[in-house]
């Protein structure tokens, strides 16, 4: 029965149900996938974390590093690392350096892309 829990989770998905401790859940299996080399597994993870969690900055910001690490200085990269820093904003897990970190690597991403 060990796809039971992975499709309940893909029925809150889809039904855009809000659970944090799934999103936290796919966030260290992610992290576990991504620092095993597994990066699209990992993007997949962490990816629905978002969809799970809305507020969770911490899925946002894994999701921009391994599109990034996948596709390079892309529209579709950039762009998850300024979705990551909206939302950041309003999550207290994220430090005001963290915060000024990735705003200036978005910058840099930004003229690298051209």
Avoid: C
């Amino acid at each position: 029965m060990s796809w039971a829990p992975k499709f309940t989770l893909l029925l809150k998905i889809a039904f855009r149900l809000r659970d944090t401790a799934a999103a936290e859940g796919l966030f260290l299996e992610g992290s576990v996938e991504f620092e095993s080399g597994n990066v699209e597994t990992a993007r997949l993870m962490f990816y629905y974390g978002t969809r799970l969690d809305p507020a969770m900055a911490g899925n946002f910001y894994n999701l921009a590093f391994a599109l990034e690490r996948i596709e390079g200085p892309t529209a579709r990269t950039i762009a998850a690392w300024e979705r990551y820093l909206e939302v950041a904003r309003d999550d207290r897990r994220q430090s005001p350096a963290d915060r000024e970190k990735a705003a200036a690597h978005l910058a840099a991403l930004k003229s690298r892309a051209g």
